[in-house]
């Protein structure tokens, strides 16, 4: 009996140690928490931006938004803006950055800062193959739809109706493509690669072709798309810069440039 008890005393000691060394030991540290990038995108823009069959955000920019987060060590959020609210949006503090083939123009650094460029392509004419274009003047009367609020609506506001084409502007470039469907538009202005690898490649585009010559002015498209953010924001600027540079020289660029636009054969960096 005395044998037990001093056996059974021995085993509490051992649990209150057990105990002390259990309080003793220190917390594991709690997980850092990655700070967010709010990242407008207007996915109506098809290779560069639209949305999967799943519904997530897809295309050229938004890969190239996920490669910069990766590299400034931020998680990208994506934000849908309808296009011609996209600055707005931004100096109202809606997101952090727009990355969704906004040009760097001299109207836009007006309002907002921008990154350098991460591509650069031109914008065509596109129109029913029936219709013969050689200069603005030639398609009077003709009924173009562009997006609200860009290059190519500044474009054809500043070149074609002028000349006496009739210009409606859309809030989002697949309602463009939806009116040219319908009958209710000869064509567009767009970017080169957004139209030949969207509406040009699906069925409803075989009637329409590029024609014109490339569309490059500076004084309508600016100096190619870059990530637009607040004016201030030096030190965001500089790591996003850092950022495109090494995706550039890494083989990352290449990759995501290739995914989309291999059958071009066409790095969209540009010049």
């Not at 003047?137 to 074609?160: D, R």
């Amino acid at each position: 009996m005395k044998h037990t008890m001093i056996f059974a005393m021995l085993l509490l000691a051992l649990a209150a140690c057990s105990k002390k060394e259990e309080a003793a030991a220190p917390a594991a540290p709690a997980p850092v928490a990655v700070a967010e990038l709010k990242v407008a995108i207007d996915p109506t823009y098809e290779p560069f931006t639209f949305k999967s069959a799943d519904g997530q955000p897809s295309g050229f920019d938004v890969d190239m938004a996920n490669a910069i987060c990766e590299q400034i060590k931020r998680k990208c959020v994506f934000v849908e803006q309808v296009w011609d609210s996209m600055i707005p949006g931004l100096t109202a503090k809606k997101y952090d950055v727009i990355i969704s083939s906004m040009s760097i123009t001299d109207d836009r650094l007006k309002e907002v800062d921008f990154s350098d460029k991460y591509y650069n392509t031109p914008s065509r004419i596109v129109l029913k193959k029936s219709i013969n274009y050689t200069n603005p003047a030639s398609i009077k009367g003709k009924k173009i739809g562009v997006l609200k609020g860009s290059t190519q609506e500044a474009y054809a506001m500043g070149e074609l109706k002028p000349a006496g084409v009739v210009v409606n502007s859309y809030e989002a470039q697949d309602q463009v493509y939806l009116d040219i469907k319908s009958g209710r538009l000869d064509g567009t202005v767009a970017d080169f690669l957004e139209v030949s690898g969207g509406f040009l490649s699906k069925p409803e585009g075989a009637n329409f072709a590029l024609t014109g010559p490339e569309l490059r002015e500076p004084k309508y498209y600016g100096y190619g798309i870059g990530v637009a953010m607040r004016k201030g924001e030096d030190a965001l600027k500089t790591q996003i810069n850092a950022a495109i540079k090494t995706i550039r020289s890494n083989g990352s660029y290449k990759v995501m440039n290739d995914k989309y636009f291999a059958k071009y054969n066409i790095d969209v960096y540009g010049e």
